[in-house]
């Protein structure tokens, strides 16, 4: 047994399911999870002291490539003032400058400690601010495990094959309504039923937790037109693109303006953060200006806020974002190239720093039906076979896939020469 099986084994019987969030047990993909001891650039080790080149990123955030020396010397500095106050500082002022200089729709802004926190609370608001019970969100979009967005969600849920979890009351739950992403029709259908009902819209603007969706034209400003006809808000979930589709985020990069964005763990580096904000009128409409309640002991974390904002100076960097789409755009074209060469059927989605590989026939990938029909068998043995070849996807069908800036040519040629090696096989 390597030492991931007997830590993994020892872990489920203290842990559930031995892991803190579903997706790390592998079950998307069969066999036992890796356990990781470190991390560096472009690079994860597990507990056996092998390297794998890591396309995961801890799912988004490391965008600089792991352990980047700026956000390290930033949390040990910080590390040197004591760890938590519950009290204000001048990093959370900075912090909030900062958000709203790279996010121009975002007015003020409230910080948190998740992304589930971000749209939990985001939701919240809307509900209070329009007065109105319903929200509509996409079926494959996942936004966290809050109550309300927790059906026909995507990510872990999906991947487990639940993508609405038990525990959660059907009179909660049918407040949500789900449409189809990229088919504006299916929106305007529940808005003729709900005209003044609906609260909010809320969608990620690349829907990364069916794989990796982009909208299609015409899509994001469609929701933003019947917003404003039904007097509903529009919540763009940026946890996953902010900061990493565009420096103004995928709102910025599709030149669409929400009421409020979520924002997640990209904006703290590593650590645990999430935000949202948006229209001034709106975020005083919470506590303490205004009545909807929303808190959080450690929001705004010194710690948090250090590392995210070494983060998002670095990311302010001249050129970093063409740099980062050019090696996303290699990897994504490179592992259809290799697939179609042994007569493997592989699309692909990219945009920014993020990707999608399917295993389909069809040519462009762009609803949620298409990702759940491609060939279930494919993903787990493509898995596998570049996990034995060093390389480190995320464990699940319906996961995107991220690249970093420490992805040098020297990663992307060694991953590529991978693929070609792990397709060549599976064509056999
Ligand atoms: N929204 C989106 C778009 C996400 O991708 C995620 C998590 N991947 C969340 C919300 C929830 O964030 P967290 O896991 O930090 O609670």
Redesign the pocket.
């Known amino acids: 047994m390597t030492r991931s099986e007997t830590l993994f084994e020892q872990a489920k019987k203290t842990i559930p399911g031995g892991v803190n969030?579903p997706v790390r047990a592998f079950n998307g993909v069969g066999g036992s999870p890796l356990f990781i001891e470190k991390a560096d650039g472009a690079y994860i080790y597990d507990a056996d002291g092998k390297a794998y080149i890591d396309y995961v990123g801890s799912?988004?955030p490391m965008i600089l490539g792991h352990n980047h020396p700026k956000i390290r010397a930033a949390v040990l500095a910080a590390v040197e003032n004591g760890l938590s106050f519950g009290a204000p500082t001048e990093l959370e002022v900075r912090m909030a400058e900062k958000v709203i200089e790279m996010v121009p729709s975002m007015e003020q802004v409230r910080m948190v400690s998740?992304?589930?926190?971000?749209?939990m609370s985001a939701i919240r608001l809307a509900r209070g601010f329009t007065n109105r019970d319903k929200i509509l969100k996409f079926e494959g979009?996942?936004?966290?495990?809050a109550d309300c967005?927790l059906v026909k969600a995507g990510?872990g849920a999906l991947t487990l094959g639940q993508p609405s979890s038990p525990g959660i009351p059907e009179d909660f739950a049918k407040h949500t309504l789900t449409a189809v992403y990229n088919e504006l029709e299916s929106v305007k259908t529940l808005f003729e039923q709900y005209p003044e009902e609906i609260s909010c819209i809320i969608l990620?603007p690349v829907a990364?937790?069916m794989n990796c969706i982009p909208p299609i034209p015409g899509f994001l400003e469609g929701l933003r037109a019947l917003c404003d006809q039904y007097g509903a808000l529009l919540i763009i979930?940026?946890?996953?693109?902010g900061f990493r589709v565009s420096k103004s985020g995928a709102q910025g990069h599709y030149g669409i303006t929400p009421d409020l964005t979520?924002l997640?763990?990209v904006i703290g580096g590593g650590m645990?953060v999430?935000a949202f904000g948006g229209r001034k009128d709106v975020m005083q409409f919470i506590a303490p200006t205004g009545p909807v309640y929303q808190a959080g002991t450690l929001s705004g974390n010194p710690i948090a806020m250090s590392a995210g904002l070494a983060q998002m100076e670095a990311l302010c960097e001249e050129g970093l974002y063409e740099e980062l789409a050019a090696k996303t755009k290699r990897i994504a074209e490179g592992f259809k190239a290799a697939a179609n060469k042994h007569g493997i059927p592989l699309s692909i989605n990219y945009v920014g720093g993020m990707f999608g590989l399917f295993f389909t026939e069809e040519e462009n990938v762009t609803r949620f039906d298409q990702v759940t029909q491609c060939d279930a068998e494919a993903f787990p043995t493509f898995y596998h076979g570049m996990l034995d070849e060093g390389v480190y996807l995320a464990p699940s069908a319906y996961e995107a896939g991220f690249l970093s800036m420490a992805h040098g040519e020297k990663e992307l040629e060694a991953t590529l020469a991978a693929a070609d090696r792990v397709f060549a096989k599976m064509a056999k």
Request: glycine residues 20%; contains cysteine.
């Open positions: 969030s799912w988004g998740s992304g589930t926190e971000a749209t979009c996942y936004h966290g495990h967005l990510s990620e990364g937790n979930d940026e946890v996953m693109t979520t997640g763990k645990p999430g």
